[in-house]
């Protein structure tokens, strides 16, 4: 059963950076997608940020390109998203996802960590 613990969230200032982790566990990723997604206060989840585990091809959404970075540590089966250029309008709770490459829905969800941007 795959497992999916984030941590890192926090208190930080517009303009500030933070750095997410998703600690995997389970099975083997390497053939997996991972994502990011977040959840505002009376909004739905989107879409953050995905990587391949394979090759470690990175996609994101318009809203964080060129201000987040995601990548993976194959030693430690560890996903990770850094945050920089923070607005308030980033101010969510960050969710880790995994599907794997041959699926479109995320079927592994982690517990969240909330980000909070202050302006």
């Known amino acids: 059963q795959v497992q999916l613990v984030e941590s890192g969230g926090g208190l930080v200032q517009a303009g500030g950076s933070l750095r997410l982790s998703c600690a995997a566990s389970?099975?083997?990723?390497?053939?997996?997608?991972m994502g990011w997604f977040r959840q505002a206060p009376g909004k739905e989840r989107e879409f953050v940020a995905s990587?391949?585990?394979?090759?470690?091809?990175?996609y994101y959404a318009d809203s964080v390109k060129g201000r987040f970075t995601i990548s993976r540590d194959n030693a430690k089966n560890t996903v990770y998203l850094q945050m920089n250029s923070l607005k308030p309008e980033d101010t969510a709770v960050y969710y880790c996802?995994?599907?794997?490459?041959?699926?479109?829905?995320?079927?592994?969800w982690g517990q969240g960590t909330q980000v909070t941007v202050s302006s």
């Open positions: 996802a995994g599907r794997l490459t041959s699926l479109v829905n995320f079927r592994s």
């Open positions: 389970g099975r083997t990723f390497s053939s997996y997608v």
């Open positions: 990587i391949r585990w394979s090759n470690g091809n990175p």
